[in-house]
């Protein structure tokens, strides 16, 4: 089990989040070369790539990315969005090149979930021959509920296929955090630790916004002693959901005193809650 932070973790610092509106303009953003070299200075040893941040590169980069990443004893994990077979062999490809062995997936549209179970057992031969695990994500698009996809992962049965847990997406699903990890956590193959918290700040309804690892209102305590309880191992990365500020000097530097804090609250309720 090892400590360590994906590409969303720091959504400004690589450019922001086209998703949700290209009107954040950053001087210079992040690569995945700078986040490697972020993520070794900051003492941890995961770095997970995932589709908010550019990484269409040649072989030769890819390559070099993985060769760097080793050289920084970080452990690389690859993610992107959609489980459609073409993007699966895509990344399986990217994976076997950097050394990865962990492809995080997003889904991003509503499918039966028996078809996903055949398509996913239809990529297990690629799985094994490349020694990839599949992780599958409660997405934020709120796609699938914690049960959905633990029929997903009943279906398919094998070790190279689980959930990556995050502790706040499916809050939009009216999953409560504690639930969604007690649902998952008996097939969980990685961790995206985040917190929040819920206001009502208009007549119209609540709020849900971001907060610092820590400081919202998932019970991190109870999140890991479900983890561990489940006896699975995996790696813990921290993610933030955190709004932008009022410049890009303002923005970046609260997003790296939330990383710095997370990562206090994480190594002192470690080992264990």
């Not at 080793?70 to 459609?84: M, V």
């Not at 990217?94 to 050394?99: E, F, Q, Y």
């Not at 849900?208 to 991190?220: N, Q, S």
């Amino acid at each position: 089990m090892k400590l360590g932070i994906t590409t969303y973790t720091y959504r400004w610092a690589v450019g922001g989040d086209p998703r949700f509106g290209a009107d954040f303009k950053i001087t210079r953003p992040l690569s995945v070369f700078d986040l490697v070299d972020k993520t070794s200075k900051l003492g941890l040893e995961v770095l997970q790539i995932c589709e908010n941040i550019d990484f269409e590169m040649g072989i030769q980069e890819y390559k070099r990315l993985g060769e760097v990443a080793e050289d920084k004893c970080i452990t690389l994990e690859l993610g992107t969005a959609g489980l459609e077979t073409a993007i699966l062999r895509k990344y399986a490809q990217i994976a076997k090149v950097t050394g990865s062995h962990l492809l995080r997936v997003y889904p991003e549209e509503k499918e039966p979930v028996d078809s996903i179970i055949e398509r996913i057992k239809s990529f297990l031969p690629v799985l094994r021959e490349r020694e990839l695990t599949l992780a599958i994500e409660n997405s934020s698009l709120c796609v699938y509920s914690s049960l959905e996809l633990l029929k997903i992962f009943r279906g398919v049965d094998d070790p190279l296929v689980g959930a990556c847990i995050d502790t706040v997406n499916s809050v939009g699903l009216l999953e409560r955090p504690l639930e969604t990890v007690e649902v998952l956590s008996p097939y969980a193959v990685s961790l995206h630790l985040k917190d929040f918290c819920i206001e009502r700040r208009s007549v119209g309804g609540f709020t849900v916004f971001g907060a610092p690892l820590g400081k919202g209102m998932v019970d991190v305590k109870a999140v890991l002693n479900l983890i561990r309880k489940s006896n699975r191992d995996l790696n813990i990365l921290i993610e933030q959901w955190m709004d932008r500020r009022g410049s890009e000097e303002e923005t970046l530097v609260e997003e790296e005193r939330w990383i710095e804090q997370g990562i206090r609250f994480l190594r002192f309720v470690l080992p264990w809650a």
